[in-house]
DNA sequence: GTCTATAGTGGGATAGAC
DNA sequence: GTCTATCCCACTATAGAC
C-alpha cells in the first residue's frame, strides 16, 4: 500500500529513468549485439525519450561501458567470496583443488541467469563481448577484469604447480572461448546433439565444463612434462 | 609475357571484379564483423563501383552467404581427405586416435592462415561467425557443416567409445568454442599471458588446442563413467 | 557489365522549449 | 530532467544512361 502512495498512475515510470535505459539496452545488447542495436530501440524499450540517452550517458559507446560495468563489480565480488572460502579451507599450505577453483571462476556467470533476474542477460551479454568489443571498450574491460584474472591464476597455479605459465594463458583463454561460445551460441547445442541436450540448464553446463576445463588442463600440464625432457 | 598481352594498364582489374569483391569482403568481414562492415568499404577496397555490389549478387546477405560458401568446401575437402587417411590407416576394426582425429579436424582451418595466401582470412571469419550470425545465414551455414559434423562426430566417437552422446556434444561445443575464441579474439592471448604467448603462431596454437579438447573430451568420458553407477 | 546519381531509410547526436 | 523537432550523416538498394 504504502508504496503506492507516489507511483499511482506511475506503473511504468516506477523506475528511474538512467536504470530503465541500462536494463533494455542490457537486453538489446544481449540479444542483437552491440552494434546491431540502434539507440532508438533502446529508448522504445525502455519506454524513454530518445534525447535522454544522450542527456544521462554522453553517446552510445558511454552507455556500452555503463551497462558492463554495472555488473562486472557483483559477479567478480562473488568469484572471490568463493575463492576465499576455498583458500581459507586449505590453509596457508594445504592444496587447492583444480575443479573447486574452476567451479568458483564459472558459477558465478552461471548462475547469473537464473539466480537473481537483473542478471539474467549478462551471460549472453558476456558472450558477446569478446568478439564484438573493439579498442577502448576492450580496454576497459580488461582493466575491471585484470585482479579476477590475476587471483584465478594464481589459484590454478596454486593447484596444478606442475602447469607453466604459458600453458596455464592458453588453457584458460580455450575455457574462456569454450564459456563464451557457449554462452553466446547455446542454442547450436541443440542442433549438434540433434535435440538430447538442453542448454538452458546451466547448472548442467557448469558441470559439464568444469570436467571439460579440468581435463583441458591436466592435459596441458602433462604434455609439457612430456616436452621437457 | 602472354598474360600481359591482355591487360595492359589493367594491373587494378586483373580479377574478375566479382572475385575482388569476395575478397575484399571476406578481408573486412574477418577484421571487422559483418554488421559493421558497409558495402561502401568492401567495394572501396576492391577499387569497384559501389553498384557492382548489387549487380554481381543482390544484396548483403547473400555476399556474406557467398563468402561464406566459397571456403566451406575446400576446408572440409581437406578435412575429410585427413580423416580418409585416418580410417585407412586404422584399417576396418582397428582404433581411431582421438588426437590424431581433432587434428584432422583443426589443421585446415589452422593451416589456412598461413598455407594459401587467399584463405588467410578465414579463420578469424570462422571465429565470428558463430557469434555474429543469426536466422538463415546460420541454418545454411549447419546446413554446408552437417556432413563433417557427422563424420567427425563417429570418428571420435570410435576413438572414444566410452563417450555418450550427450557428452560428446558438449565436448565438440567447448571445443568449437574454444577454437572460436582463439581466432577470433586470439589478441586477447597476448595479454592473458603478459605477453609471453604469440597468438599468430597458429602450429603452435594447434598443438595446445588439440591437447585441451583431447583432455576434455577424455575427462568427460570418465566422469560419465564414474556416474554411471 | 559498368558507371553516376539518387531514392529511401535509419542511424547518432543536438538545440531549445518546457 | 524531459520532451519535440530536426540536423546531418551513413547506409542499402535501385533506376537508368552508357
Not at 557457449?182 to 568444469?210: C, K, M, N, Q, Y
Not at 581435463?215 to 596441458?220: D, H, I, K, P, V
Request: net charge negative.
Amino acid at each position: 500500500m504504502n508504496q503506492a502512495i507516489e507511483t499511482v498512475d506511475q506503473v511504468p515510470r516506477a523506475q528511474d529513468t538512467k536504470e530503465r535505459i541500462l536494463d533494455a539496452a542490457e537486453r538489446l545488447f544481449a540479444d542483437n549485439g552491440f552494434a546491431a542495436t540502434s539507440l532508438r530501440q533502446i529508448t522504445a524499450e525502455a519506454q524513454v525519450n530518445l534525447a535522454a540517452v544522450n542527456y544521462h550517458f554522453q553517446n552510445k559507446e558511454t552507455l556500452i561501458r555503463a551497462v558492463l560495468h554495472r555488473r562486472i563489480g557483483p559477479i567478480n565480488k562473488r568469484r572471490f567470496d568463493l575463492l576465499d572460502a576455498l583458500e581459507f579451507a586449505a590453509g596457508d599450505s594445504g592444496p587447492l583443488v583444480l575443479e573447486e577453483v574452476l567451479r568458483a571462476f564459472l558459477l558465478p556467470v552461471m548462475e547469473a541467469r537464473t539466480s537473481c533476474p537483473e542478471m539474467r542477460h549478462w551471460p549472453r551479454l558476456l558472450g558477446r563481448l569478446y568478439t564484438e568489443l573493439h579498442g577502448s571498450l576492450m580496454e576497459m574491460f580488461q582493466k575491471e577484469m585484470a585482479p579476477a584474472g590475476q587471483r584465478f591464476t594464481a589459484a590454478i597455479q596454486r593447484a596444478e604447480p606442475g602447469l607453466t605459465p604459458e600453458a596455464l594463458a592458453w588453457g584458460l583463454h580455450f575455457g574462456i572461448g569454450a564459456l563464451a561460445h557457449f554462452l553466446a551460441a547455446g542454442e547450436l547445442l541443440r542442433f549438434i546433439s540433434r535435440g538430447t541436450v538442453d542448454p538452458d540448464d546451466h547448472l548442467e553446463a557448469l558441470g559439464f565444463l568444469v570436467t571439460y576445463m579440468t581435463g583441458g588442463l591436466r592435459a596441458l600440464r602433462s604434455q609439457n612434462k612430456e616436452t621437457a625432457q
